[in-house]
C-alpha cells in the first residue's frame, strides 16, 4: 500500500509540474500514467483514498495562490474540494482497470493478454472528472484541467479539432498508454519478435505527437492594431481596491503616455484600446470625476476604449462590466460578467461559512449577467469590428468563450485582475488558458491585466510582446482577425458528452463484470463446500 500511496503522490506532483510556473508539460503524461498504476489492481475505495492523495499533491501545489492573502484554509478548502473528484475518478479507474468480465466489450478491444480498453478508459475518465469539476457546485472551477498544460507544446495544436475536452482526452490517453507499456514492460521482458506488438502504446502515443506538431493552425486574417493598458496598482494583494482612484489615474497615466508617442510617430495608431478588468473600481456612471477622467481619455486618443469598471448596480448589488467607450460619444455598450466567482465576487450561504473563517466577508456581492458579449466596433482602418469580451476567470469556461465566436466575435478580449494572487504562479496559469482558448476558436485574443501577466496572443497559440508582474506596461501589436470556426467550435459540447457518456457505459460494463465474476467464485466455492 505505500507503494502505492508513493506512486499517487508522484502521479500528482507530476501533473503539478505541467502547469505554470514550472510549465515541464510532459509531466502531465507521467503523472496520468502514475496515477493509473497506482490505483491498478485495487479496491474502489483503495482507488478513493489514492485519488484523494494523487488529488492533493497535484491541487495543493497548482492552487496555493488561493490562500496568498486570506491564509490558508480558503487555499485547502479549495485544494481539498477539488481532491475530492480526483478521487471520484480514482474509484472508477480502480473499477475500470480490476475488471474480471470485459468480454461483453468487442473482443478487438480486449485481447487476452490483457484489455487495451484500459488506456481508453483511464481517458475518457479524467475527460469525465473535469466535466462534473468544471460545473458543479456553484458553476463548478474549471482550472488545472490537463489541457491548460500544453499551452506551448506541440500538444496544443490539436485544440482547434475537438476543444479543451479532446485536449485532456488526449493528454490522457498517452498516459493510459505510457501506463499499459510500463505494466507490461515490468511483469518481463518479452522475447525479441515480440518486443513491438508489446510496446505498441509507446509507438502510438509517437504517432499521435507527431500529428500534433504538423497540425495546422491558421493564422492569416486581416490584422487590427491593438494598444492593451497593464496600469498596475499601488498595493498588491487584497488591499488594491482601497486605492481605486489611484489604479484608475495610473490606467489614464499609461494610455496618456502610449497617445504622445502615437502622435510623435513612435507608436503605431491603434484600432482599438482595451484596459482590464478593475481599472475603474469607480462606477464612471455615477461618479462624475471618474466618468470625465476616462472620457478625456478616449478623446484624447481618439479611438474606442474597453474598460474594466465596476457598476453599483442593480442595487444593492455590483456587477464587474466591460464598458465600450467611443469618442465624443461616452458609453454605447456593455457586458456584465455571467459567472461570478463564488467566494470571491459573491459569497453563497455566508452566514455558514462564517463559522469557518471571517475572511468570508471579504468576498463581494456582485450580480450574474445573462447576456453574451458582443461589442462593435467602429474602427478607421477595418470597419465594423466583432469584439468578444471575456472577464477574467470566464476564460476557463468553454460555453461562454464558445458562445460569442458561434455568433461572429472575430477577436476577444480577456480582462483581468491579477493583484490579489501576488507574485505567484495564478496569472501564468490563467494566461496558459487564453493560449489553449486561441487555438480552439482560432482566434487571436488580447490578455490584459491590471498588473500582469498580459500579452497579444495569435490564434497559433503564441504570446506576443508578454509583460513581467506589476509593471506599467502598453503593450502594443497587429492581431489577426479570423471569422471561419474550427470544427471545436461547430461541435460544441458534443464530444464531452459522448466522451462522458462512454466513460460511464465503460464503468457500468466493468462493474457488472465484476459482480459476475464474484457471483461465479462463490458458487464455485458453494460446490465444493457441498462436495
Sequence with gaps: ???????????GLCVWLSFPGP????????????????????????????????????????????????????????????????ALMGMACSLVQSARRWERVPAWLSPADGPHVRPLAIALLWVLQEAVRDSMPFGGFPWARLAWSTAGSPLAHLASIFGAPGLTFVVALLGGWLALAIDRIRRGMPPARAILPRLWPVIAGVAVLGVAIVYPTPTNGKKIQVLAIQGNVPTAGLEFNAQRRAVLDNHVKVTDAAAKKIKAGKLAEPALVIWPENSSDIDPTRNPDAGTEIVQTVDGIGVPLIVGAVLNEPAPQTSNTSLLYLPDKGIVDRYVKQHPVPFAEYMPYRSFFRNFSSAVDLAG???????????????????????????????AYDSLTRKPVRDGAQILTVQTNNATFGHTAESEQQLAISQIRAIELGRSIVHISTVGVSGLITPDGVVHDKTSLFTPQAIDGALPLRSGETLAVRLGALPEWFGCGVALLLCGIALGGNRSSRRRSLSVKEVHELV
Excluded: D
Excluded at 503524461?29 to 492533493?56: E, N, Q
Design 1 to 11: 500500500m505505500i507503494s502505492r500511496l508513493a506512486l499517487a503522490v508522484a502521479g
Design 23 to 86: 510549465a515541464v508539460w510532459p509531466a502531465a503524461i507521467v503523472g496520468v500514467a502514475l496515477l493509473a498504476l497506482a490505483t491498478k489492481g485495487t479496491r474502489a475505495r483503495t482507488g478513493f483514498l489514492l485519488g484523494l492523495v494523487g488529488g492533493f499533491a497535484c491541487m495543493g501545489p497548482t492552487l496555493h495562490w488561493a490562500g496568498t492573502y486570506v491564509g490558508a484554509v480558503p487555499w485547502l478548502a479549495l485544494s481539498i474540494t477539488e481532491s475530492v473528484y480526483l
Design 365 to 395: 456581492n456582485f450580480a450574474a449577467g445573462h447576456k453574451t458579449g458582443l461589442f462593435r466596433v467602429p474602427t478607421k482602418t477595418n470597419g465594423v469590428v466583432k469584439v468578444a469580451p471575456v472577464i477574467c476567470f470566464e476564460v
